[in-house]
């Protein structure tokens, strides 16, 4: 779904808080995606990229995500969201692209055209363009980034209009940031071979970070210290 509510007012910047608990363990992964989302708005030209997000289902790509969101709305940037997790084929991924698009817009975008035979996938690919153009005419007025998530259930065909939806975004300026679990998924190897294309992968975190994860649930609790040293001995690690 696509959301189109209003920034997020924090009223202390410097504290992360996207899901009611601290955010530890990927600080060096949201800045590296902060950098290149503010890249856009600071060159005032259009310097889009695109970002694969990927690690095991579970790693924190989407709270990841979410943090990032905070930080891209306090640093007055345009965010949009489209999930494609409910999408297989290569229309439903274009539809679902273009409606998104035209929340961004405040402009009904077509979705895909209905083709069948040898010229569907042809047709289908320039759909994903023609929306990637349209939403880099939006970042033109105001520098955006775009999250794209549930990438590993599209087939080929969807993964190549994908592509081509993000490479034409990115070259108008929209910092593209998609998620998947899997490299060698078709959607991921599709994004990868986008010119310029940065891969950020969410490995398991530090022995430290686990620790503060758990303290963060369990707040003052007393003896939240050895509960913290049982669960890591517990869990290996």
């Known amino acids: 779904p696509v959301s189109?509510?209003?920034?997020?007012?924090?009223?202390?910047?410097?504290?992360?808080?996207?899901g009611g608990s601290r955010f530890v363990g990927y600080e060096a992964e949201l800045e590296s995606l902060l950098a290149a989302a503010t890249a856009a708005k600071e060159d005032?030209?259009?310097?889009?990229?695109?970002?694969?997000?990927?690690?095991?289902?579970?790693?924190?790509?989407?709270r990841l995500l979410k943090e990032l969101r905070v930080g891209v709305q306090l640093r007055g940037l345009a965010w949009l969201a489209a999930d494609l997790g409910q999408a297989r084929h290569g229309h439903e991924a274009v539809d679902k692209l273009a409606s998104a698009v035209s929340a961004a817009g405040?402009?009904?975008?077509?979705?895909?055209?209905?083709?069948?035979?040898?010229?569907?996938?042809?047709?289908?690919?320039?759909?994903?363009?023609?929306?990637?153009?349209a939403l880099g005419e939006v970042a033109q007025r105001r520098p955006l980034v775009l999250t794209l998530e549930g990438l590993d259930g599209l087939d080929g065909e969807a993964a190549a209009a994908v592509r081509a939806f993000a490479r034409h975004a990115a070259r108008l300026g929209v910092v593209g940031v998609a998620t998947a679990r899997d490299m060698a998924h078709a959607c991921a190897r599709a994004l990868v071979a986008i010119q310029e294309a940065i891969t950020?992968?969410?490995?398991?975190?530090?022995?430290?970070?686990?620790?503060?994860?758990?303290?963060?649930?369990?707040?003052?609790?007393?003896?939240?210290?050895?509960?913290?040293?049982?669960?890591?001995?517990?869990?290996?690690?």
């Open 4 to 18: 189109r509510r209003e920034p997020y007012v924090v009223a202390e910047p410097e504290i992360r808080v996207a």
């Open 44 to 62: 005032g030209e259009a310097s889009g990229r695109v970002v694969l997000v990927h690690g095991a289902e579970g790693s924190g790509k989407t």
């Open 106 to 133: 405040d402009r009904d975008i077509a979705g895909a055209t209905r083709e069948t035979g040898a010229a569907a996938s042809d047709r289908l690919i320039l759909d994903g363009e023609r929306i990637g153009k």
């Open 200 to 237: 950020i992968e969410l490995r398991r975190v530090s022995a430290r970070a686990c620790g503060e994860i758990v303290r963060s649930l369990l707040g003052e609790m007393e003896g939240a210290d050895v509960v913290v040293e049982h669960v890591y001995r517990e869990s290996g690690g």
